[in-house]
């Protein structure tokens, strides 16, 4: 109830909820108090959460933060949801976001743009924009965000919380709306990395109906928070250090890894070469996938529908022409073209090759260090309608995208203001070494 009046008080100006289910959230609660009395209480039970509205929910309307699915209500629960409601968790709604995850900044969201807690003046980042903001202003203890090319880590830098990306594969998509299937994953947003392991233990393994989600024993990651960071080789990608940086945040993040140092852990300077390719290989691959994943909405299935469609093709175009907003149109103009006959070989198969190469880099530097170190994202959070022109909002991605186009797990951790707007550290480890990502920001904080 307290979670829910804070919720009343402050989300007007935030506006990070789409949905607060009130009356489900006091139920659950309730069975919640119940189980704990009976001495059965589960692993999550009676803690609030908010889920980015990406995750279909049953009964729940599912919108994507967009208007094709403003009445979209789905039949049944994503695993993710379903596994945390095993565990006890209570939902009090779901969290506002770009469009169909498509975004930095949350400004591309059908039901408004965010507002960065630390200063309203500021965007929360995107897409997972408004489960950052209600972690941040203590709305909820934590959140589901999904991450395609840095969501859940942008935006967690940018409201001064912790966010972890994990390994492809290593939680279950079924039921989280697709984007980029390849790319998207989702995880934890919290105000610690402990938070962030409790509920990664709650959400991760195999799922017989994500044929993509892997078959692998889940750690006990709570229980790995403290193992000792003596020794641990820590790279310093010298790309993510270069040109465009905010010499605040460079800042920042150069302290924060001298407390690593202090810690017992050695530095030493790595290179990713192909970090330059990451932002248009993934703006090919990432729009070629949401143009085939987006292709349903075609106004016979789900959500909008145009009025009195003349025939089919008229009920298309008019329907897919009201429902998306002008940043989805966008993506799904580059990715049908990208696709299309003529051009397949020199834009999407080049993609995958360079995608391969971005990989590569991961794998060669991770024979040299354990983990890689650098800012998330290159400045602090922006004003709200401060990015005007799309390309220069993709370079927000800089750091984060090709981790999604390799696959390995990232977390974002709290290190400190560029004035008035927090930084965040980004660490990045191999496949399924979630446990280190997680030990490495616990022992910061
Ligand atoms: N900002 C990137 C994009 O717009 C990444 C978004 C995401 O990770 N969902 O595609």
Redesign the pocket.
Known sequence: QSALDRIQRLDGDLNSFISVTTEQALADADAADQARAAGDAAALAGLPLALKDIFCTQGVRTSCGSKMLDSFVAPYDATVVEKIRQAGGVSLGKTNM?EF????SNENSFYGPVKNPWDLSAVPG??SGGSAAAVAAGLVPAALG??????IR?PAAFCGITGLKPTYGRVSRYGMVA?ASSLDQGGPMARTAADCALLLETIAGHDVRDSTSVARVVPDYSAELDTSLAGLKIGLPKEYFGDGLDPEVETAVREAIKVYESLGAKVCEVSLPHTHLAIPA?YVI?PAEASSNLSRYDGVRFGHRCEDPTDLEDLYKRTRAEGFGEEVKRRILIGTHTLSEGFFDAYYLKAQQVRRLIRQDFLDAFDEVDVLMGPTAPTPAFDLGAQKDPVSM?L??IYT?AV?LAGIPGISVPAGFAGNRPVGLQVLAPHFAEAQLLGVAHQFQ
């Open positions: 770009d995850a498509m975004g930095s995107g897409s999904t991450d395609t090319g840095g969501s942008q984007y993934y990432a993709y927000q991605d995208i999604n």
